[in-house]
C-alpha cells in the first residue's frame, strides 16, 4: 500500500510595503490584507501584471461618489416655448 504524503503547506505571504507596485499574483495572494492598509492607513497600490499597470488600489472618496440622477440640475436651460419656430437669434448666436 502506497503511503499518502500531505499536501505541502503554503508559506504565509507577507504584504508588500506600503505604496510600492505589485504584481498580479501577490496582489491576489495579500488582497484582503492590502484593501485593510489602503482603508486604514490610506495608501495606494498599483497592481502591475508582465511590469505593467493594469490597476490601482486607492482609498474610498466617499464624497467623489454623487448620485447619476439630479447631478446635471439647474445646468440646462430652459426654454419658454417648445413647439414654437426657433427665433432667428437663435442661429445667429449658434456659432
Not at 68 to 92: M, N, Q
Request: proline residues 11%.
Amino acid at each position: 500500500m502506497a503511503k499518502v504524503l500531505p499536501a505541502p503547506r503554503r508559506k504565509a505571504t507577507k504584504p508588500p510595503p506600503d505604496g510600492r507596485p505589485i504584481a498580479a499574483a501577490e496582489f491576489k495572494a495579500t488582497c484582503l490584507t492590502l484593501m485593510d492598509r489602503v482603508r486604514e492607513r490610506g495608501v495606494e497600490y498599483v497592481v502591475t501584471k508582465h511590469g505593467r499597470p493594469v490597476a490601482k488600489l486607492v482609498p474610498y472618496d466617499a464624497g467623489a461618489a454623487r448620485a447619476v440622477f439630479g447631478s446635471r440640475k439647474g445646468t440646462v436651460l430652459g426654454y419658454d416655448r417648445p413647439f414654437e419656430p426657433v427665433d432667428a437669434e437663435w442661429t445667429i448666436d449658434r456659432a
